[in-house]
């Protein structure tokens, strides 16, 4: 077979092209990493370049004279020769625009249909090559003009030796004399340009001192006796200063202000960058803005998405893939983009966090996607802070919002009232104390307290990840362009000369000398490795308004209310100072106030007194550490103060209030145990009063049998680990007499909680009116509201009256509380225009002020007693306090600390209130246009209506002289302060047994004998008023009074006897 020998010898010569190609890339590669000291030049060894393969000479001869000129190309002039004065220019520059990826392509197409020799092997294949390339020349000025408008300089290739050796002299290292190319931005040129001015300046100063010494021209250094290295080949005549003055030139007058643009600009120019272009606008130091996607420029920032504002200590630029010559940044990989930062435009940013015992840095990296063209600064996924439009008004919030960090870092104690942070600082979702991510945020309304050390304790997953910046070192790679630069005998392109490759500076450092320049120079940054290095903390002392405009609003915090840790929003914290109004505003005996206040701030006192080692004080208690707690017992009726008076002394002596309920602490023993010793823990390191509601449930009484083991259990527990308890405990309940006996020995002092006073009730009734206007005058521009508190009070008067006869009904304070919120309610949809009332929609602001009259407080009336009534039906006639005494739970007859009794008494069936409005506003009230018959009480058809029942004779005397006081020991003292000796006896005896006889005096309240057999005695009831609640058209009003004065057992309509629950039935 025969073989074309040119055949055989373009296949060996292309196989050696490609030998060398992959040499090359194995030593890029085998240099491609990063090292954290300092290497030596990694200088690429030219000797495995395609060019030596042809046997050409790639360096440019030490003797050729150079143009000291910088000449501008286009791609196709960039990498290719056709005269020989192409390659004597010192500098060459690539210009091009937008229709660069197009002079590529036309250039890669012309070489791969043109032979590889300059050679053709046929008269019609050289007519067809001549064809081509002028073809290509056509399209070639074609795009030169279609992009003249708008070109930028995208290389710059150093050629003279001169400039090469002087710029290997100020970067200290060696280079060899191939020409060496660098691409957009030039960021190694600039930043070394300094020192190439500087050496400018001493050749103009060495050769303007010669030429008035009368030097000759061609003098070289040596001969003037300038010390030199042998190995330093810079050509020190009047040549390398021309050559060396044109290159600064070049470089101050186009590519320093190009460097420089961004510099001054902000967001009202408006301004567009190139991706290439980055590195000019992310400097180390510069405030950098993350807006939030989808947000627009100029819109609020919402810190609680993330970390809005950054810091700058270190950029990036994207490493090209010279598989492809253009820096095209579509054409940076072959595959589809990865998490690679190879083809990114990467910043590297920080803000300051808190760890809880000192402030550290938290770094982020920002990527930056290639893009094609010119990009609106403001529309990158980062930028300066200085192109948002809010950037001044950002920055003072960024420092409010700083020093409230410090503030509630140092404070702890605050109330938060808004939505929780659901982003961390980088952006991505955060969790919640269980770990779960939260995908929605919870509303919190609740007293706080900010502790970054129990929060991490309890969410490790929360502690932000600490970093000291430290100098770093990278090693520098140079590679060679496999886009080799081609010798032409012509622009013909008949004959290829020789062709030969430039280096690549792949990687060369620089961006490391600036992130190290700026880590050493910043007082917080340097500050922090000192620091990390001795092992000392980094305190607030450290920040200047600079890191604190980088603290992250997020802080950590325990929510009182949610029982958990939660992240909050500092900017919504308010502080929680001391304040006596809620104090000053119980309606409860001053002597009362000024007993538990006293010995609440006393024990603040003596812990004080301990110091912040933790100097332990005397305690009474024989054993040590125990009982030196304060436990207060509050007890009565629900209502009437008890859980306010609790939060009233925790806001007077500036303390939290730690509330817990049966569910914080679990239901078996060990889990009651454990939390209990977390609860206590926290209250004691925050100074907690801790209040708990419902004590009854906890400290039940204990009993025999094995279904009671557990219950007994959790008692004991609970009793073992309150001794060792330190702090404050409030304890409430409404069930006194369920209580444990151990327990109530724990307590030392218990306070009752009478039913209100007539006194009382109309106090809180003025108080929450003034509440009410204190309201309306915060909101008076929105929501105005127009009390007409004189009717309300006169209502709240007759309403307690008439409730206190009929010994039922009768409003406690957390009622008439919510009877002012249903009513303000009410005010403002009757304001609203009628059209808005139907169709439940248009505006929110009602027409007109609103009036909050008394026919709001009688609707709430009638609900109240309706379901009153109800409950009535239900116990067989008994209402809550009477219940309650049945159940040998409470005593509510009881009258503060006179211990008297007082049942209803009974009253006349005609007896009325007048004087409202001429009559009893609990008189029937007839509607004009009634739309039916009047709703009455009765439960059926029969007409008969309920009654309420005294309390039943629960103890028959053993006396027929007279009536004993039944359920108490002592000495009972009645209105006229007259003693009264009682024999201590069960309450479950069933009699008592007096020491003296009491006469024919009846007490008032007293439970009277009617008579009824000894052996068959059933409690009797006193006459009470109870009013059948009726709505007449327009009006409201309480229906007719049907009170009954019935003397006999058993309540009409029920048998003596009772059932296996304990309740009568009805006959």
Known sequence: ?????????????????????????????????????????????????????????????????????????????????????????????????????????????????????????????????????????????????????????????????????????????????????????????????????????????????????????????RDDGYEQEEEDLIDDSQATLAILRSYVEFIDEEVVPESHHYDNLDYSSDEKIMFSDLCYLFQPGEYIYKPLEGESSGEGCDHRMGQRLWRVFFVNDAIRNYNLTPPDHRKYSNTEPSEDDSIYFTVHAYHIDYTGDEFCIVTNVFRISPFEAWKPINALPIYPLRFNPNHETYLEISQAIGGLVLKFIESKHAFYNSWTIMRTPRGGFATDANGVVMKHPEYINSEVMVDFVEAFQACPSWRPKRTVIKTEFTNKINISDDFAIRYWSGKDRVKLLRETTEIIPY??????????????????????????????????????????????????????????????????????????????????????????????????????????????????????????????????????????????????????????????????????????????RLASIWDCILLMDEVDTFFSQRSKGDSSITKNALVSVFLRVLDYYTGILFLTTNRAGALDEAFKSRIHYKIYYPPLTKDQTLDIWKLNIRRLRRINEQAEEKLPLEIVDSRVLEFAEHQFDDSNKRGAGQWNGRQIRNAFQVARSLAYYDAMPEVDQINNGGSNTPARPAVLDVKYFHMMHEMTETFDHYMLEVFSGMNDGQLALEMEHRADHVKGDRYRRSAPAREDNNDRYNGYNGRSPFDSLSRQESAGPSRTTSHWGSGKSLSVPGPPQRYPPRSPTGTLLAGYDGIIMDDADSGLGLQPTSPKSGHRQPTQPLGDAMFEGEYRFQGAKIGSLAPSFGSSGFRSFGRSSGTYGFGRDTRREIDIDVEQGYRMERNGHGKRERS
Not at 32 to 49: K, Y
Not at 167 to 183: F, H, K
Not at 531 to 546: A, C, I, W
């Open 1 to 221: 077979m025969n073989v074309d020998s040119n055949l055989i010898s373009d296949l060996g010569e292309q196989i050696k092209r490609l030998e060398a190609r992959v040499v090359g890339f194995e030593n890029h590669s085998k240099a491609d990493c990063f090292m954290s000291e300092i290497p030596g030049p990694n200088e690429l060894d030219e000797a495995t370049t395609s060019s030596e393969a042809h046997g050409t000479d790639i360096d440019h001869p030490a003797n050729l004279s150079f143009i000291p000129y910088v000449r501008k190309c286009t791609f196709a002039e960039f990498k290719n020769r056709f005269s020989q004065d192409d390659a004597r220019y010192a500098v060459d520059v690539l210009v091009s625009g937008l229709l660069f990826e197009q002079e590529y392509l036309e250039e890669q197409g012309l070489r791969d249909r043109l032979f590889e020799h300059g050679k053709p092997s046929s008269r019609a294949s050289k007519q067809k090559a001549v064809a081509i390339v002028k073809e290509t020349n056509r399209s070639n000025d074609e795009l030169r003009n279609d992009q003249s408008g708008r070109t930028w300089i995208r290389r710059i290739r150093l050629q003279a030796p001169a400039l090469l050796q002087i710029l290997a002299r100020v970067q200290g290292e060696t280079w060899s004399t191939r020409p060496r190319t660098y691409d957009r931005p030039f960021c190694t040129l600039l930043h070394f340009h300094p020192q190439v001015k500087q050496a400018l300046a001493e050749l103009e100063e060495k050769w303007s001192t010669q030429s008035e010494g009368h030097h000759t021209p061609g003098m070289t250094p």
């Open 507 to 680: 990687r060369t450092g620089v961006h490391y000398l600036k992130r190290n320049k700026f880590v050493l120079e910043d007082p917080f940054l340097a500050t922090v490795s000192r620091n990390d290095q001795s092992g000392q903390p980094t305190t607030k002392v450290f920040l200047r308004r600079e890191e604190k405009i980088l603290l992250h609003c997020r802080v950590f915090a325990y929510v009182f209310q949610e029982r958990k840790f939660a992240q909050l929003d500092a900017s919504r914290l308010k502080s929680s100072e001391r304040n006596f109004d809620a104090l000053d505003s119980l309606k409860i005996p001053a002597a009362t106030k000024e007993l538990i206040q006293g010995s609440v701030r006393g024990h603040f006192l003596l812990k004080e007194a301990e110091g912040p080692k933790g100097d332990e004080v005397m305690s009474l208690d024989v054993i040590q550490g125990k009982g030196t707690g304060l436990f207060i017992l509050l007890h009565g009726v629900p209502g009437v103060g008890k859980t306010a008076t609790a939060e009233a002394v925790a806001q007077a002596n500036g303390k939290p209030l730690f509330k817990i309920t049966c569910g914080d602490i679990g239901l078996t023993p060990v889990q009651v145990e454990t939390s209990l010793r977390a609860i206590f």
